[in-house]
């Protein structure tokens, strides 16, 4: 199996990791993930080619990623940043909204947020994304510096799972099990 820093994986986009690890995941009855594509409708259509050349996003998407984790509902976003900051209006309000929504269910919501420039993946539990942005509202700059993260959210490959956000949920389900148990 290719590992992260392979060339076979090299130019990949952290969809692609994801949807290796979701692979993975699922080969092996861990987790059950699906990629949810974003609907659109085609405006122009090369028939050589048989490809959609222009469209337009029918509607705001929701996330990224839906599933079940050993029973668990999950939903997260995959997010990029060149820099060692991440912009948070890359998060879209309708995002936080359905992931905050998804949580009211019973589910669990986060985001994979891979800095690319590092080559480091985070998961963000939506507590800490919640965080983030209620200090924006009280006038913090509108983003999420690397050094502010907690480091024992980011991601390190291992065995098949390029991107193993189950490591980063298992870690969210303890800390809020620990916060239940102190109430």
């Known amino acids: ?6 060339r076979g994986l090299r130019g990949s986009g952290l969809e692609d990791l994801i949807n290796a690890t979701n692979e993975y995941y699922r080969r092996h009855g861990l987790a059950l993930v699906q990629k949810i594509p974003t609907p659109i409708t085609p405006v122009r259509f090369d028939k050589e080619r048989r490809r959609i050349t222009d469209a337009y996003f029918e509607k705001d998407s929701t996330v ?10 999950v939903c ?7 820099t060692d ?3 948070l209006r890359n998060i879209h309000e309708h995002q ?3 992931m905050k929504d998804f949580e009211a269910q019973g589910g669990i919501s986060f985001i994979v947020l891979h800095f690319t420039m590092r080559n480091d993946l985070y998961y963000m539990p939506m507590s800490q994304l919640t965080a983030f942005l209620d200090r924006v509202e009280e006038g913090h700059p509108n983003n999420v510096k690397y050094m502010e993260l907690s480091d024992e959210f980011f991601l390190k490959p291992q065995d098949g799972a390029l991107v193993p956000y189950l ?13 239940k148990q102190g109430e």
């Open 1 to 6: 199996m290719a590992t992260w820093n392979s």
């Open 64 to 73: 990224d990623y839906i599933g079940v984790v050993q029973g668990i509902p």
């Open 76 to 82: 997260f976003d995959a997010k990029e940043s060149k």
């Open 85 to 87: 900051t991440f912009p």
């Open 96 to 98: 936080v909204r359905f």
């Open 167 to 179: 490591k980063g949920l298992e870690l969210d389900l303890q800390l809020r099990e620990d916060e």
